[in-house]
């Protein structure tokens, strides 16, 4: 077990978090830290940055430390532009916080921001993920940040020195892939304007009381009477005490140090967008100890998340897959262990095409080893991470009928309670399936994803009435294959069963035993017969496993769609 543990990256980040807590601030709570800009769908990629930390903070609590996760939420952050799929008209509020840009069209939401936060918020509660929200919104205009932002307005030619050691340098390419190097820009924040003006270098950027956009640039400000004068796009010129005025915020690259400094953090990983040359995580190491007095946190950097087939996501980009989209398909165990199992350096896709049954099948096969005892540690604590919290297991299907089987079952009864319990309760006569919450939230993640996944195309379309003509068409060896598959049906009618019968029929025919191991000649004639039945049964020459096919056909409708041969 050790060696399970040396190798599990979630206990070597606790060991170096809790050592250095115990150096920077012995004896308080460990804070470790996400953010999150609500500026669009918050997607699965975002969801490594909170869930990164989650794990970790996990871990710490499992130890019986006080840890505290904080989500902040940069819902003051001003909105760059909008999403694909939403009015253009509400690109007149570009440049304006996202607490202030009023919600997407429909939505029952107070704000854009809100719109956009409160998916991910259900998400993390399915997921079981505890964390300690923070509005951006909240602690900018309530004054909470004042100190801190005369203090960086004080020391605002020392900051433009720190920032000026790294603008000439010329950032490597973080990929060879074309793909994912245009989308490394990440949330936005990272390549933000960092304060330089005309005027001068100010680290504080106002929103304009008349028009509520950041489109102002600062002219001009007083150390000792904090008197700050700008002007807008609007055409506004104004000037305003910074020591009572709550309507703006530091740029990015001090603003984030900053609040490293203010909430104590010791954990927070971060994307490559913000960890290379002159990125906002090296550049704030720089400016959290030499202005704000404090230390960067550890943290590692984490590679991209995808979606099969796509590159890495952008927040402000239409149609990308969220947290909230991913447990409509996956059960929420599931969907913690691809985070769990990878380390935070190593990218992954998520799937939502057909690989999505593999990967059930690979995590019910996981939960089988972990039950006879034959799974390798390493594998039973990435599990045990996904299943469970320090505050106690989530909730699970009582009854993991494979995903690909629940697929093929709702797609033939098109979702039919009646017809859909009837089939699993065939499935295996010494395991009954009585209700269909037993097979719950596992069905309806099946359900949802053929109904939304499942090109039309690829659907299956039960025959209504037999293929006389094809029938008619068959030969001997085709007809007595179709008279031996009846003869067993009664005999063999479970899942188990019917998979015996579809596969010894062709052995039957060819004269060899049940027991005999695929040869190439045997797999063709399995093929020649699995492709009649399809044909016979759907049309195409393929579809759902044959054996969840026939179950779900029945036994009557099978022995119609195959007796009417000459």
């Known amino acids: 077990m050790a060696e ?64 505290i996760h904080i989500l902040s939420w940069d819902d003051y952050d001003r909105l760059r532009k909008v999403p694909v799929g939403v009015d253009p008209a509400w690109n007149e509020h570009i440049g304006k916080p996202l607490s202030a840009v009023p919600a997407p069209p429909g939505s029952s939401y107070l704000n854009w921001a809100e719109h956009f936060k409160a998916p ?15 509005s951006q919104t909240e602690r900018y205009t309530s004054g909470a940040y004042r100190e801190q932002i005369l203090l960086a307005m004080r020391e ?22 074309a793909d994912e190097q245009a989308a490394a820009v990440g949330s936005g924040s990272a390549t933000e ?26 002219t001009g400000y007083d150390d000792e009477t904090t008197e700050l004068s700008f002007t807008c796009r609007c055409g506004r010129s104004r000037t305003a005490l910074l020591s009572e005025y709550n309507h703006g915020k530091l740029v990015w690259k001090v603003d984030w140090p900053m609040r490293w400094a203010y909430e104590g953090v010791t954990f927070e990983p971060s994307g490559v967008d913000h960890q290379s040359p002159g990125s906002s995580f090296v550049v704030g190491g720089d400016i959290v100890s030499e202005i704000f007095g404090g230390r960067r946190p550890i943290g590692p950097m984490y590679a991209f998340v995808g979606i099969s ?66 799974v390798s540690p390493a594998d039973r604590i990435a599990a045990g991470r996904a299943l469970a919290t320090a505050s106690g297991p989530l909730p699970r299907t009582p009854h993991p009928v494979p995903f690909r089987t629940l697929a093929s079952v709702v797609d033939i009864t098109t979702g039919d309670a009646e017809q859909t319990l009837r089939i699993l309760d065939d499935l295996d006569p010494a395991d009954t399936i009585t209700s269909l919450d037993e097979v719950r939230p596992r069905l309806d993640c099946a359900q949802h994803w053929v109904t939304t996944q499942v090109p039309a195309e690829q659907r299956t379309q039960v025959r209504t009435e037999p293929a006389e003509e094809l029938l008619a068409s068959l030969d001997e060896t085709q007809r007595e294959s179709l008279r031996l598959l009846l003869a067993g049906l ?52 393929t579809g759902p496993r044959l054996p969840t096919l026939l179950l ?4 009557d409708r099978v022995r119609s769609l195959l007796t009417n041969a000459p």
Request: proline share 7%; net charge negative; hydrophobic share 40%.
């Open 490 to 541: 009664d005999s063999h009618w479970s899942l188990d069963g019917l998979t015996t019968l579809v596969y010894g029929v062709p052995k039957t025919q060819l004269g060899l035993p049940l027991e005999t191991k695929p040869t190439p000649e045997l797999k063709v004639a399995q093929r020649t017969f699995f492709a009649l039945l399809y044909r016979l049964l759907v049309t195409r020459e």
């Open 193 to 218: 304007d960092d304060g330089s003006t005309g005027a001068g270098y100010f680290p504080y950027k106002p929103y304009c009381p008349d028009c509520n956009t950041d489109f102002t640039t600062v």
């Open 156 to 177: 605002r030619l020392r900051i433009d020195a720190v920032l000026d050691q790294y603008r000439t340098k010329v950032r490597p390419a973080v990929t060879e892939n």
């Open 120 to 134: 991910m918020i259900e998400a993390l509660a399915t997921l079981d993920i505890e964390v300690q929200p923070i």
């Open 309 to 374: 087939g796509m590159a890495k996501m952008s927040s402000s980009k239409g149609g990308v897959p969220t947290a909230a989209d991913a447990l409509q398909i996956m059960e929420p165990p599931l969907l913690r262990w691809l985070y769990a199992r990878r380390r935070p350096n190593q990218s992954f896709k998520v799937a939502f095409d057909q690989e999505i049954q593999r990967l059930y099948d690979e995590w019910d096969a996981l939960g089988r080893r972990m039950a006879d005892g034959s």
């Open 4 to 67: 399970a543990v040396t190798a599990d990256w979630v206990s070597r980040l606790a060991d170096e978090v809790i050592a250095e807590a115990e150096c920077r601030a012995p004896g308080k709570p460990i804070v470790c830290a996400s953010g999150l800009s609500p500026s669009g769908p918050i997607h699965l990629g975002n969801l490594r940055e909170v869930m990164t930390p989650h794990l970790v903070a996990d871990e710490i609590r499992r130890r019986g430390y006080e840890c």
């Open 552 to 555: 779900a056909v029945g036994a």
